[in-house]
């Protein structure tokens, strides 16, 4: 599964979540698509004249913005076609574009979906302990199953069998359980349950582009749950 190992786990492709598109559109500088804010990455030039993502995208000034694809990223850096692009969306000189910009991008979405899951859980939206998943699940009362990217697969393939039992989602994240659990504040979390639609629809906005730049750009819609060995095939194919 090319560019889909993170934190030791096969890491499942997901698009946009849904709405996302609803709002005001912006335009892609290297590829000139047109996507709600949450499907694309905004860029600003900070004042030291080197490029920054904006994850958030509040920071002040004139920001560009680009798909979260990391062929795409990865060719227009490597060939300068991005500093261009930046350059004339700046209406400025060429800024400085450090060889790490995809790092860094990455970092700022990793941060935004892991803060967002965090908060969902201090606001008591999320459903934590496999077994209080797995009622939840057979209930039919989950939306999303979130699994850590180091998640046994035994552990995986019992969840998603009661989840398809009630239905829903189901997708692991590139992080292993160690960053899942300092994001959560709380020991050994390995598996997230989501029931309430809003916390649904924010964390699938802040998931998206960062499971579609991890992934080489290649998005597929999150499906109701498969077993394990089925999502194992798929990514190994």
């Given at each position: 599964?090319?560019?889909?190992l993170h934190d030791d786990g096969p890491?499942?492709?997901?698009?946009?979540?849904?709405?996302?598109?609803?709002?005001?559109?912006?335009?892609?500088?290297?590829?000139?698509?047109?996507?709600?804010?949450?499907?694309?990455?905004?860029?600003?030039?900070?004042?030291?004249?080197?490029?920054?993502?904006?994850?958030?995208?509040?920071?002040?000034?004139?920001?560009?913005?680009?798909?979260?694809?990391?062929?795409?990223?990865?060719?227009?850096i490597r060939r300068g076609r991005l500093?261009?692009?930046?350059?004339?969306?700046?209406?400025?000189?060429?800024p400085e574009v450090p060889e790490d910009?995809?790092?860094?991008?990455?970092?700022?979405?990793?941060?935004?979906?892991?803060?967002?899951?965090?908060?969902?859980?201090?606001?008591?939206?999320?459903?934590?302990?496999?077994?209080?998943?797995?009622?939840?699940?057979?209930?039919?009362?989950?939306?999303?199953?979130?699994?850590?990217?180091?998640?046994?697969?035994?552990?995986?393939?019992?969840?998603?069998?009661?989840?398809?039992?009630?239905?829903?989602?189901?997708?692991?994240?590139?992080?292993?359980?160690?960053?899942?659990?300092?994001?959560?504040?709380?020991?050994?979390?390995?598996?997230?349950?989501?029931?309430?639609?809003?916390?649904?629809?924010?964390?699938?906005?802040?998931?998206?582009?960062?499971?579609?730049?991890?992934?080489?750009?290649?998005?597929?819609?999150?499906?109701?749950?498969?077993?394990?060995?089925?999502?194992?095939?798929?990514?190994?194919?």
């Open positions: 599964m090319r560019g889909a890491v499942p492709r997901l698009t946009a979540a849904p709405g996302a598109s609803s709002g005001p559109q912006r335009r892609c500088v290297l590829t000139g698509a047109t996507a709600g804010r949450h499907e694309l990455v905004r860029l600003v030039v900070g004042p030291d004249g080197r490029v920054w993502p904006d994850a958030a995208a509040r920071l002040p000034g004139r920001g560009a913005w680009v798909v979260p694809d990391r062929a795409v990223l990865a060719a227009a500093r261009a692009a930046l350059a004339r969306a700046f209406r400025s000189p060429p910009l995809l790092e860094r991008i990455e970092a700022a979405l990793a941060a935004r979906a892991l803060d967002r899951l965090g908060l969902e859980h201090r606001a008591g939206r999320l459903v934590l302990g496999a077994e209080r998943i797995a009622r939840a699940a057979r209930a039919g009362r989950l939306i999303l199953m979130l699994h850590a990217a180091d998640a046994a697969e035994d552990g995986v393939a019992k969840l998603e069998q009661a989840l398809r039992s009630g239905g829903g989602d189901a997708l692991r994240i590139p992080a292993g359980r160690e960053r899942l659990s300092h994001a959560l504040g709380r020991d050994n979390s390995v598996h997230i349950g989501v029931a309430d639609p809003g916390a649904a629809r924010r964390i699938r906005a802040e998931l998206a582009r960062w499971l579609r730049l991890v992934d080489d750009g290649r998005a597929l819609a999150a499906g109701p749950a498969r077993g394990a060995a089925s999502r194992t095939s798929e990514g190994r194919a």
